[in-house]
C-alpha cells in the first residue's frame, strides 16, 4: 500500500468550515525507521507520539457541519506540522521527559527529508482545501494530556487558543462558558500563538476566521465522549459564527 502523508475526508462538502487535525496519528512512515523511532510501543500510544480521539472527534465533527477535514499521517516525534519550518522543536529529541531515540542525530538533511514527504505535502493538502471557497473557517483540533510528569493536574477540560487579532475564538468560548459547566481556558494549556503554526499560516495571514480547539483527551478517549463533543462543539461553532457576524 502506498503512503500518503495525509488523511482527507468529505473534500466535497460544501459548507464553509474546514476542519484541521495536526497530531492526528502515531504513524511512523516507513522512509523514517522501524515504526517506533526507538521508543517502546507504551511511548508511542502516549500523547507525546500524536493527540489520542483527535482524529476520531474531528470525523464526527466533520460531518455534524458538513465539513472536509484533513489530517495529518505521521506522528508529531516524526516532524510535527504545527510549527513553522524554522522552529527548534520542529524534530523534538526529548519530549515529557522521554528522549526520542531516532531524533538525537537528525541531521539538516533529514530533516529536509520529513519536510518534503510529510510536512510539506500536508499542508499543501491543507491549503488547497482552505482555498476551496473564499469564506472559510478553519478549525483545528487537538487534545492535551490531563497531567504532564511532575506537574499539577490540569483543570480545564477544552481550551481555546487565540492570537490577539483573531475575531471568532471569543465569540466561541463566550458560547462554550455560557452553561457554566465546562472550566474552559483561554490559551490554555499552551499559548494562542506560534508563528508559523498551522492556524498562522493557514488562518490569521490568509486573514480567514479561525480557531484551535484543545480537549483533554481523556473525554474524548472512547466513541461515547467523541460523539458528546462532536455534538457540543458542533453547536457552539454554529452558535459562535453567528454571534460573530463573520
Not at 523511532?37 to 470525523?59: E, S, T, V
Not at 492570537?163 to 471568532?168: G, I, Q
Amino acid at each position: 500500500m502506498t503512503y500518503s502523508p495525509f488523511i482527507t475526508e468529505g473534500v466535497n462538502r460544501p459548507s464553509r468550515w474546514l476542519i484541521t487535525c495536526d497530531h492526528a496519528s502515531n504513524v511512523v512512515p516507513p522512509f523514517v525507521g522501524n515504526g517506533d523511532l526507538g521508543l517502546p510501543a507504551a511511548d508511542m500510544q502516549r500523547h507525546i507520539a500524536y493527540d489520542p480521539g483527535a482524529l476520531a472527534l474531528c470525523k464526527l465533527l466533520g460531518e455534524r457541519l458538513n465539513a472536509p477535514v484533513v489530517a495529518s499521517n505521521f506522528s508529531r516525534l516524526v516532524i510535527d506540522p504545527n510549527r513553522g519550518e524554522d522552529d527548534p522543536t520542529l524534530v523534538m529529541q526529548l519530549y515529557d521527559g522521554t528522549i526520542i531515540p531516532a531524533n538525537r542525530h537528525v541531521d539538516a538533511a533529514e530533516r529536509e527529508r520529513r519536510l518534503a514527504r510529510c510536512y510539506r505535502p500536508y499542508h499543501g493538502a491543507l491549503a488547497e482545501l482552505a482555498a476551496r471557497r473564499p469564506d472559510t473557517v478553519l478549525v483545528s483540533v487537538h487534545s492535551f494530556t490531563p497531567q504532564l510528569r511532575g506537574r499539577a493536574p490540569r483543570p480545564w477540560e477544552v481550551g481555546i487558543l487565540q492570537p490577539e487579532v483573531e475575531r471568532f475564538s471569543p465569540h466561541l468560548i463566550a458560547t462554550l462558558q455560557a452553561p457554566g459547566d465546562l472550566c474552559v481556558g483561554i490559551n490554555e494549556p499552551y499559548t494562542g500563538y506560534l508563528p508559523g503554526d498551522t492556524i498562522d499560516t493557514h488562518g490569521t495571514k490568509m486573514g480567514r476566521p479561525n480557531t484551535l480547539i484543545e480537549l483533554r483527551n481523556d473525554l474524548i478517549a472512547d466513541d461515547a465522549g467523541q460523539q458528546l463533543w462532536a455534538d457540543r462543539l458542533a453547536t457552539s461553532l454554529s452558535q459562535a459564527l453567528i454571534a460573530s457576524g463573520l
